[in-house]
């Protein structure tokens, strides 16, 4: 990506995750900030905290007694919480976020995720004969958007063609509504609509989908309250789309930039596993956030409880303490403990259904679309706030 100067915005003390600026190229930001700061200020965002290091992120994402997860987007108008909205386990903390986590493990098993391998490949090649013909494509609107989307849908037991519904959601409410509270309250209150009638179904005839999981779980004992039932069903729709839509649209966008990497992932399997940590290291999608819930000093800044702190991940794969040569893509990279999935009680449940939508939706494309280029860069656009991926992705069959 070029490295375009993040001017005006005073970064260290001024940070805006939605600026433009940011979106189009958020490393030299950190980089800037890692030299200066290094922990970054917002008053837009009610004295949001940013730190950019690896270590201070991973301190961070173990402290659970100073940070709360209460609030795991940064709004403009306050935490979720005062509002009633919970998606448990990612907006809980412990004791309750332990008891709601070990109640959905068995949903994100391994064998059950593997499983769902088949039906991956089928809907990326449904995506990809639509295109394969034309010699031009869009890696995110024509593929990437409708891979967990589909999967999603699977999981919630919905029928596919809801799809578009579910990604104006969460457009909506995880690019819009942070700062826009009628958008957020609007796009609630039609998702809650739209769950209960999927809830009231799934009472009559049961299936082997999330809500009707919810439906027959049980916590400490009793059953789930409609409030977590609607909580951890918007929990997929906030936390398995957009990002590994941006995981799969910015692995196309950097193999579509790098020839020499998409020759290599074409003819030599071995690299693959090692490529796909690669790929998710260094254009991790996502940023978490935390909320302070007791005075304490991170980096020298005196945090007050209260106080709103921005958890971007990926400023954490790309620092050079932790990363040899971290904004060097290296295929190869053998030692890579990278923070795509966070870390700590909260690391990603979807992982493994992650990992699986990106490495057969990149398979089944170098199997069968011919080797492809940007064909217009200056019409990519990336998304804002804390999910970050290609949301138009131009791209072009090489010459043959
Ligand atoms: C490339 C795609 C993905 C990335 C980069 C990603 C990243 C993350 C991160 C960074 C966290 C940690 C949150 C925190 O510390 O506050 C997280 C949590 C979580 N993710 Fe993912 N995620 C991805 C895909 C998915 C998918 C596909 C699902 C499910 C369908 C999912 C479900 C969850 C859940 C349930 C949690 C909460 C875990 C907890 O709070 O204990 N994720 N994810």
Not at 199 to 215: K, N, T, Y
Not at 293 to 304: F, I, N, S, Y
């Amino acid at each position: 990506m070029t490295a375009t100067p993040p001017n005006p915005t005073d970064w260290s003390h001024d940070f805006d995750h939605y600026d433009p600026a940011y979106a189009a190229d958020p490393y030299s930001v950190w980089r800037e900030m890692r030299a200066t700061c290094p922990i970054g200020r917002s008053d837009t965002f009610r004295g949001m905290w940013v730190p950019v290091r690896h270590a201070d992120i991973e301190a961070v994402a173990r402290d659970t007694a100073h940070f709360s997860s209460r609030s795991p987007l940064v709004a403009e108008f306050g935490a979720m919480s005062d509002f009633g909205i919970e998606v448990p386990p990612i907006s809980s903390d412990p004791p309750y976020h332990t008891a709601f986590r070990s109640l959905l493990l068995p949903f994100f098993a391994p064998g059950r995720i593997d499983a769902l391998e088949p039906a991956i490949a089928a809907h990326a090649d449904r995506r990809i004969d639509a295109f394969v013909e034309r010699g031009t494509f869009d890696g995110s609107v024509d593929l990437a958007q409708h891979i967990p989307v589909a999967v999603i849908a699977g999981m919630l037991g919905i029928p596919d063609e809801d799809g578009d519904r579910f990604r104006r959601w969460v457009h909506l409410l995880l690019e819009v509504a942070p700062t826009d509270m009628g958008v957020a309250a609007t796009n609630l209150i039609e998702f809650n609509l739209y769950l209960q009638d999927q809830i009231a179904r799934r009472r009559e005839q049961p299936g082997d989908d999330l809500v009707s999981f919810l439906l027959g779980a049980e916590l400490d004992g009793r059953p789930l309250t409609d409030q977590e039932l609607f909580g951890g069903c918007l929990l997929l729709l906030m936390a398995g789309i957009d990002t590994t839509w941006s995981a799969i649209g910015a692995s196309l966008w950097h193999l579509a930039l790098h020839p020499e990497d998409q020759h290599r992932m074409r003819t030599d399997p071995s690299v693959w596993p090692s490529a796909i940590e690669e790929l998710l290291r260094a254009y991790a999608p996502v940023t978490m956030a935390r909320e302070v819930v007791a005075d304490v000093e991170l980096g020298g800044c005196p945090m007050k409880a209260g106080d709103p702190l921005l958890l971007p991940f990926p400023a954490a794969n790309r620092d050079p303490e932790a990363f040899a040569d971290p904004d060097r893509v290296d295929l190869d990279r053998a030692r890579n403990r990278h923070l795509a999935f966070g870390v700590g009680i909260h690391r990603c449940l979807g992982s493994n259904l992650a990992r699986l939508e990106l490495r057969v939706t990149l398979q089944r494309v170098l199997e069968r679309v011919p080797p492809f280029h940007l064909a217009d860069p200056g019409a990519v656009t990336w998304s804002r706030g804390q999910v970050r991926g290609p949301r138009v992705l131009p791209l072009a069959f090489d010459p043959a």
